[in-house]
């Protein structure tokens, strides 16, 4: 069973940036899409950016609230998914997750970011 790894959360100021990444345990990573989601407290879990696998060319996805801020990326060889988020802003404060773009693995930790003054 894959097992999915978060890590980089933690406190940045308005305005700072973060580098999310996912380790998969499995290389069998390569052949899905990938998404990075979150979960605000008394907020339901929400897909924030998708990455599409290399052999369709990559391609990513946003929510509105993070477009233009977020970047998602992956590096196959290392079986990680990343999330450089810029510009941070209050709501962006939650609980990281990655997971498949439909979710269907089991789901990590997750990894703590706060963004406060």
């Known amino acids: 069973q894959v097992q999915l790894v978060e890590s980089g959360g933690g406190l940045v100021q308005p305005g700072g940036s973060l580098r999310l990444s996912c380790v998969a345990s499995?290389?069998?990573?390569?052949?899905?899409?990938m998404g990075w989601y979150r979960q605000a407290p008394g907020k339901q879990r929400e897909l924030v950016a998708s990455?599409?696998?290399?052999?369709?060319?990559?391609?990513?996805t946003y929510a509105d609230s993070v477009k233009g801020r977020f970047t998602i990326s992956r590096d196959n060889a290392k079986n990680t998914v990343y999330l450089q988020m810029d510009i941070m802003k209050p709501e962006d404060t939650a609980v990281y997750y990655c997971?498949?773009?439909?979710?269907?693995?089991?789901w990590g930790q997750g990894t703590q970011v706060t963004v406060s003054s």
């Open positions: 997971n498949t773009a439909s979710g269907s693995w089991p």
């Open positions: 499995e290389n069998i990573f390569v052949i899905y899409a």
């Open positions: 990455i599409s696998t290399i052999r369709t060319g990559g391609s990513t």
